[in-house]
């Protein structure tokens, strides 16, 4: 949204296409908004446990799951990945997105340590 509250809207042909990497309590929380938005396709989610991720992403009516986080940020038909694990992981997957060339959503530091955040 741009500084006057107008809705800016994406260069990007159609919905958005999501992956998020995490689905905790924040998680849960940004993909619940972000499910309401009719610019917006939640396309996949990635976590550790497969048995929790094939609940949550039947419940959400997300199409794919998967442990491998690193399998999402490749996927050419990923524009945005939410960042929504824990913060000592947030530098390897950001930065894998950005080498990428996904849109990223990532609140908390990007990094726990001194790092190049240039690299
Ligand atoms: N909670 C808040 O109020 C809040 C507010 C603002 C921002 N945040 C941000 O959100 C982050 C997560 O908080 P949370 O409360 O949602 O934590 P949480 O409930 O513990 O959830 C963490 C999620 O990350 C996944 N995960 C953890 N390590 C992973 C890894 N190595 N690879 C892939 N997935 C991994 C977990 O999957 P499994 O369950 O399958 O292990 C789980 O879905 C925070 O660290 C912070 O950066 C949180």
């Given at each position: 949204m741009a500084p006057n509250g107008k809705v800016v809207r994406s260069p990007l042909a159609g919905k958005v296409r999501v992956a998020a990497i995490g689905y905790g309590a924040f998680g849960a929380f940004v993909l619940n908004a972000l499910c309401?938005?009719?610019?917006?396709?939640?396309?996949a989610v990635a976590g550790r446990s497969p048995d929790r991720l094939k609940v949550f992403a039947e419940r959400m009516g997300i199409p794919r799951w998967t442990t491998d986080w690193q399998t999402l940020v490749s996927?050419?038909?990923?524009?945005i990945v939410c960042v929504l694990t824990p913060p000592h992981t947030h530098a390897e997957i950001a930065v894998a997105a950005a080498q990428n060339g996904k849109h990223l959503f990532l609140e908390k530091p990007p990094f726990t340590q001194p790092a190049p955040l240039c690299q």
């Open positions: 309401g938005l009719p610019e917006v396709s939640l396309y996927d050419p038909k990923v524009d």
